[in-house]
């Protein structure tokens, strides 16, 4: 247990704490939907007063516009700033987004998603934004609070980048990012960004890699209208049964992904590395009650952890443009839309993804003799990154987990994608970590429990981790100028 000020200032002010994220999970900050904009906007004015309070200079950023569901918009302002700027003391930038995924009650909530909900009896705190990402932002200004409640000198400057699109795409951020490196993140020397999770439920971890991703529509069109099946079943080529047979040849269901030229391109694997994976404190049976059921691909715990973390993968998502009301309708569509995506490892780069799949997709497709009309769009892109963990700012990371949990964090890369990570590692230089304070529940509702996840139904972040979170995200700062002084 840390016995230090300003973590006993945080275990004896919980309830402030939890007041605090009960507001911000309350503001159903939505970027992904035009109704909710005002809700977003009102999130990042909240955020700025918050930072404000503390004494931080912060700025409101305009990204520009946007068209979503058809209404042209202006984007979310990120929120740029500082808190200190002695030359003497290192600078760590800080990294969030007070954006959320929709949620609503008729997706299998337990409560109301933006009505946030204590369940004393289990300790969880319930809401969409809990953990993603309102609960490690709070667990930030709950630290900075807690220093200065304390009269603890906060030993770095810091430097803040908040936005609001992160769940929609980070619209607009890396022009931000590339601008301020030469400005307010000019003498930055290292990132932290809370946006991720524990692996398991029991060993804290520090991520030092995240999959790249490429996401792709596949159009289909051929008749003028929906046909009737009855009268011209047999009769035309249809291009949901087109879709299909492509989409047949995109990946195995062992997970072997059949566009050529992409495994070719991944690292082989050493005996030293692999055995990193097998150190992991997580189990087969993590997974297992994460999925809700026994489907693994394989039954190595280190070869499910490389298909998740070392591998790409390449996932089909869904069809737009198909029947999928209940009952039975026998139409044939005009015109059919797929997506998959595929997530990027290191040497993989999304425009040579991009060339692949096309002229993959397109000799398949000549292959097949259809009359109708195909097209591939790579609809987004993210390149992955990785970062060295020899370095102050994870040695930083791990000795206040190590303080706060009595554990030393696993090593780990993450599934999926966070572009703007790229972005910070690219622009300024330096070295970025990804410093998680909390851990996904694994149960399912199969065995009792809520569906968790941060972008799933009843989201939840565990008291326990709210609070101890926050004393890591404090004592980290706290281990910085010794960490770098011995580099």
């Not at 007063?49 to 700025?59: N, P, Q, T, V």
């Not at 997970?255 to 690292?267: F, H, M, Q, S, T």
């Not at 691909?297 to 009301?325: C, N, Q, T, W």
Request: glycine share 10%.
């Amino acid at each position: 247990m840390l016995d230090a000020p300003f973590a006993k200032w945080i275990d004896e002010h919980q309830d402030e704490l939890i007041a605090r994220l009960k507001e911000a999970v309350e503001i159903p900050s939505v970027s992904g939907d035009a109704s909710y904009r005002p809700h977003v906007v009102r999130m990042g004015e909240w955020l700025r007063a918050e930072l404000e309070k503390l004494g931080a200079e912060i700025r409101s950023v305009p990204l520009g516009k946007q068209v979503l569901d058809g209404q042209e918009l202006d984007l979310p302002p990120a929120l740029v700033g500082s808190l200190g700027k002695d030359p003497k003391k290192k600078t760590v930038l800080v990294y969030g987004h007070y954006d959320v995924q929709p949620a609503s009650l008729s997706d299998g909530w337990k409560h109301e998603p933006f009505q946030f909900t204590h369940d004393k009896e289990t300790r969880r705190l319930y809401g969409r934004g809990s953990t993603d990402d309102k609960g490690p932002i709070m667990g930030w200004i709950n630290a900075i609070q807690a220093f200065q409640e304390t009269k603890t000198e906060i030993p770095v400057n810091l430097r803040f980048c908040f936005e609001g699109m992160e769940e929609s795409g980070s619209e607009g951020l890396e022009e931000l990012v590339i601008k301020e490196a030469k400005g307010e993140f000019a003498d930055v020397d290292a990132v932290c960004i809370s946006d991720n999770y524990w692996l398991g439920t029991t060993t804290p971890c520090l991520t030092y890699g995240l999959r790249g991703l490429s996401y792709f529509s596949v159009s289909i069109s051929g008749p003028a209208a929906d046909l009737h099946s009855g009268v011209f079943g047999n009769v035309v080529h249809e291009p949901m049964t087109d879709l299909f047979a492509l989409f047949s040849k995109l990946v195995t269901p062992q997970g072997k992904i059949l566009v050529p030229g992409i495994n070719e391109k991944v690292a082989p694997l050493t005996d030293d590395e692999r055995k990193l994976y097998e150190d992991i404190d997580v189990t087969l049976g993590d997974f297992e009650q994460a999925i809700g059921a026994k489907v693994t691909i394989s039954e190595d715990k280190a070869e499910v952890l490389m298909g998740r973390m070392r591998y790409p993968s390449l996932s089909i998502h869904g069809v737009e443009g198909a029947f999928s009301g209940q009952g039975a309708k026998t139409v044939i569509p005009a015109a059919i839309k797929g997506k998959f995506s595929i997530r990027l490892v290191p040497d993989l780069d999304p425009d040579e993804v991009n060339e692949l799949v096309q002229k993959y997709l397109k000799a398949e497709f000549a292959k097949l003799g259809s009359k109708n009309t195909l097209k591939v769009e790579m609809l987004s892109g993210g390149k992955p990154w990785v970062a060295s963990i020899d370095h102050w700012n994870f040695r930083a990371a791990k000795d206040a987990i190590e303080k706060v949990y009595g554990k030393t964090p696993s090593y780990t890369r993450e599934g999926g994608s966070i572009p703007i990570t790229l972005t910070f590692a690219e622009a300024l230089g330096k070295n970025v970590m990804l410093l998680p304070s909390a851990y996904r529940y694994f149960p399912s509702n199969r065995v009792g429990r809520g569906d968790d996840g941060a972008h799933s139904t009843n989201e939840k972040l565990d008291l326990a981790n709210y609070i101890e979170g926050t004393k890591t995200l404090g004592q980290y700062l706290l281990n910085v100028p010794a960490a770098a002084a011995s580099a």
